[in-house]
Each structure stands twice: as structure tokens, then as C-alpha cells.
């Protein structure tokens, strides 16, 4: 039974820090540690942390202070700590709660595959802030690969999970992301797997209840379809387009040919003039609907 190292960035996470922690307790698969990075946290939640480390003795691999540079910023550099090369590693939020199987189901899914080389996520049940179901995630009916992903975050960073060859693909790339300043670790890890060509298994079984309210640090479900598409025009998704492709120019020796290509195509597209470019699916970009697509001309 592999040890999965649980990676937590937190901030100003107390009222809800507890339920998560206990679901890791809750795991079948037993082998697992906690390793967080606290962004400046002016509540309780340091102190939620080291009163579980002492009730669980073993269990916190480290509470490091974060970077300040957001919650990409926060994720990627503990990530980047030297123990955790060739490790297990799965992603976590401060305020969700972990189905038991979670752990050993991803688990069980990423030890299947040739290698143990691909990256696990799944579907999420959102709820309310009291942990009232709202309804599931949606399945995603395309398939994955590095042309959703340089134009879509498809991949919820509180489901994922990684092996060891995994782990280290990202670390590799982890510098470069948190210079360039990504915005998402979920969608930067999607961006690398699927440059690299790593399998992702998505589990259409959910692994957790993912709660929202307003202190999320991005949204899930109908607030954020409110504003999906003004954003997609926006300066800012523009903005989040632009780090992610300097970042991958910084990451080119992680890339198969044919996602380096894209990459290039990709990059002059954007330098043309809008009316003079080519229609996005002609380069091989594409979002998870048609409708999506549509957002992108």
C-alpha cells in the first residue's frame, strides 16, 4: 500500500478545517501524511493543524509557511519540497470533506495503468456551506488532451491524485509555473500532463463533497456559470491565457513534439491580428461543449 502524501494549502480555513481533516482520518487507505502550506492565516487554522499532528502522531509530514503568491503559488511551492520527490501526492482543500474510498480508489485506478503513469480525478458532489448535497458535477464527454487544456481547466484540483513519475513530471515544471505566476494548480498540472502525454483516468464516481460559499477561492456549478463567458472575453482569462503560455515555453523539454507544435501554432495564432486568425478548432484548440467552442471564436 502505497503512502499518499496529502497536500493542503490553506488560509483563513478554520471554520470548516476540521471536517476535511477528519475525512482523511476516515480513509481505507490508511497510508497517507498531511503536508501544508498556510498562506498568512490570521485565524485558528495553524493551530487546528498542530493540534491534529499531535493527535495523530505520524501524520504531519510539515506545516511550512506559504509564498503569499496565491493559491497556485501556495500548492506549487510545497509541492516543490525535496521529500516529496517520487512520492505519492494528492491535492486537497481546506474546507471539502473526503469520501472513505477516495484515496484507495484513485489509488487502485493509477496502479492499473502501465508504468503508474497518468494523473486521477474525479466528479465532485457540491454542496451548501452545511453540507447539503446541490447536485453533482458534470461529466465531461470530450476526450482530454493538451488542446482542451491549454483553453479549458477541466481537471478539479481537490480530486487529484498523482504517482510518483506524475509527481516528479510537475515538480519539473513547477519553477517555471510559479515565476510565470499560473494562475490555477489544477489547470497548470492538466496543462502538463496533457503536454506530456500522461493518461488521465476521470472517475465519473465522485470523491467528495465539494462545499461552496463565498470565501471559495474559485467557484463551482451555477455561480460561476454567471460569469463564465464574460470572462472567456475578458481581459483577464486573456491575461491567465498569457502567463500559461509563457510558462510553457519555460517547460518546452516536458513536451512531446506534437504538443511543442501546438504550442508554436498556438503562440503565432495569437500575435495575428483577431481577424486574420484562423478559427480555434482549426488549430486543434477545443472546450468540453460546442457551446464552449463557440466562446472561443
Not at 471554520?15 to 485565524?43: E, M, N, R
Not at 470523491?207 to 461552496?212: F, T
Not at 501546438?262 to 460546442?290: H, I, K
Request: charged share 20%; glycine share 8%; net charge neutral.
Amino acid at each position: 500500500m502505497p503512502t499518499v502524501h496529502i497536500l493542503m494549502g490553506t488560509h483563513n480555513g478554520a471554520p470548516h478545517l476540521g471536517a476535511q481533516l477528519q475525512s482523511f482520518v476516515d480513509q481505507t487507505h490508511d497510508a497517507w501524511t498531511l503536508w501544508v502550506s498556510d498562506d498568512g492565516s490570521a485565524d485558528a487554522t495553524r493551530d487546528q493543524i498542530n493540534r491534529f499532528g499531535a493527535a495523530h502522531p505520524g501524520r504531519l509530514g510539515a506545516l511550512q509557511d506559504g509564498p503569499g503568491q496565491g493559491i497556485a503559488g501556495n500548492f506549487l511551492s510545497l509541492l516543490m519540497r525535496e521529500e516529496l520527490a517520487g512520492c505519492w501526492v494528492a491535492f486537497s482543500d481546506q474546507d471539502d470533506v473526503w469520501l472513505p474510498h477516495k484515496l484507495a480508489r484513485a489509488v487502485e485506478r493509477l496502479s492499473a495503468l502501465p508504468d503508474q503513469r497518468g494523473i486521477y480525478a474525479s466528479r465532485t458532489i457540491h454542496t451548501d456551506e452545511s453540507l447539503t448535497p446541490l447536485g453533482e458535477s458534470k461529466v465531461h464527454q470530450r476526450p482530454f488532451g493538451f488542446g482542451n487544456a491549454l483553453v479549458q481547466n477541466v481537471l478539479a484540483g481537490n480530486t487529484i491524485v498523482m504517482p510518483p513519475e506524475t509527481t516528479d513530471l510537475v515538480r519539473r515544471s513547477a519553477s517555471a509555473a510559479l515565476s510565470a505566476g499560473v494562475p490555477f494548480q489544477d489547470w497548470w498540472v492538466y496543462l502538463v500532463c496533457a503536454g506530456a502525454d500522461v493518461p488521465v483516468i476521470y472517475d465519473r464516481e465522485p470523491s467528495m463533497y465539494y462545499r461552496q460559499h463565498r470565501t471559495n477561492a474559485l467557484g463551482a456549478a451555477s455561480a460561476r456559470r454567471l460569469d463564465r463567458f464574460a470572462k472567456l472575453r475578458s481581459r483577464v482569462y486573456a491575461r491567465w491565457f498569457s502567463i500559461n503560455l509563457a510558462a510553457l515555453d519555460q517547460s518546452r523539454a516536458l513536451l512531446t513534439p506534437a504538443a511543442e507544435g501546438l504550442l508554436d501554432r498556438v503562440t503565432e495564432w495569437r500575435s495575428r491580428p483577431r481577424l486574420w486568425r484562423r478559427s480555434p478548432s482549426q488549430l486543434g484548440l477545443y472546450r468540453q461543449t460546442a457551446g464552449g467552442d463557440e466562446v472561443l471564436r
